[in-house]
């Protein structure tokens, strides 16, 4: 019952306008759904670390999650090679994030893309653990020094105090909001779209 009431609400709340993205989240999606736009999703097999329910029904060739805990990203090798693999707030939560970057970059196709959302300014998550935050500068060296091509890697950021403030207590969603300002100084979202060698 609750949750027919749950889809019934969000069904509704997108009807008037309601956006329930988090706020975290909401300009670090639309950089990359403007990157998968100008992507032929369609001719690509796509990983999800964790997934979620943002990324999966783009129209892949196919589309393969990796859960866990039946996979932990930082040991577990798909026997498979992907061209696009992504990770949507999970990197916070690695205790080994070199490791399994070590293990992504394995599992891409060369040239295979990598995208990595990550929160910076917001509350401490255990889920079950909360480990790292990077900045825009420090995702581009961590990226790079697991191997991918670093004059590839595209990094983007976005927050501001209010943003910040209004997670303080709960998640908070976009809601109403329609203006996103940006103040660099404060930002609670980092992501980054780094490319594996092609040879």
């Known amino acids: 019952m609750n949750a027919t009431i749950t889809k019934l609400a969000e069904r509704i709340a997108a009807q008037v306008g309601y956006d329930k993205t988090h706020l975290t989240r909401t300009v670090a999606y639309r950089a990359v759904d403007a990157f998968l736009d ?9 990983l999800e670390i964790a997934a979620g329910w943002k990324w999966r029904a783009r129209g892949w060739r196919s589309f393969t999650e990796m859960n866990w805990p039946d996979h932990d990203i930082c040991k577990d090798v798909l026997p498979r090679e992907f061209d696009i693999a ?3 707030n999970v990197w916070e939560h690695l205790l080994h994030p070199y490791r399994a970057a070590h293990n992504v970059l ?7 893309i990598f995208i990595n959302i990550t929160p910076f300014l917001i509350r401490r998550h255990p889920i079950p653990h909360d480990c790292t935050r990077w900045t825009e500068l420090g995702m581009r ?25 209004s997670n303080f207590n709960h998640w908070a969603r976009t809601g109403w909001r329609r203006s996103f300002p940006n103040e660099p100084d404060f930002p609670v979202t980092v992501w980054a779209i780094a490319q594996k060698p092609a040879a």
Do not use: C, Q, Y
């Open 86 to 88: 992504i990770a949507d």
């Open 141 to 165: 060296h961590f990226l790079g020094d697991v191997g991918f091509e670093e004059a590839s890697i595209e990094t983007g950021s976005w927050g501001n105090r209010a943003a910040v403030k």
């Open 38 to 46: 100008g992507l032929p999703v369609g001719e690509m097999d796509a």
């Open 106 to 112: 394995e599992m891409l196709k060369p040239g295979g």
